[in-house]
């Protein structure tokens, strides 16, 4: 959950709604944007977020960020995401840029909610490999 959670906030990140004010303000907007995904995460499973989960989030993001304030990570994202397959770009586009839900994402491809599920997930888990090779030592 928390590779996913810090994926996306990446991904929100580079959707173009962000305005670059420094690496302090950009690292406390990034963990803003982490800790109301997580929460809206953990009301969708309806259930209220145990406090060593709220921890754990904030060392997996800490880890992240490193020295460089987090950007050996958005560029080895941006290098993955360049690599992406034609539909795999536009569904996470349609998805994070957009902000399209998987009904609409699915009528604009031709495809199903469960098929359109299936790409995110496995696009989700493609760039995580791939951004975790970029960063390893």
């Known amino acids: ?43 969708r499973a309806r259930r209220e977020p145990p406090m060593q989960d709220l ?23 941006r290098s993955c995401l360049a690599r992406l397959g034609d539909k795999a770009r536009r569904t996470l586009e349609m998805r994070y840029a957009r902000s399209l839900g998987r009904g609409a994402i699915a009528s604009e491809l031709g495809l199903s909610e469960s098929g359109v599920k299936s790409i995110l997930v496995r696009t ?12 390893a030592p």
């Open 1 to 43: 959950m928390l590779d996913d959670l810090v994926q996306d906030v990446f991904l929100s990140l580079l959707s173009g709604q962000f305005e670059d004010r420094g690496p302090e303000r950009t690292t406390a907007y990034l963990r803003t944007v982490a800790k109301h995904l997580f929460l809206k995460a953990m009301q």
């Open 55 to 77: 921890a754990a989030a904030e060392a997996a993001w800490m880890e992240f960020e490193g020295s460089d304030c987090g950007e050996g990570y958005l560029a080895a994202l």
């Open 124 to 135: 989700r888990s493609s760039l995580r490999a791939c951004v975790e090779r970029r960063l």
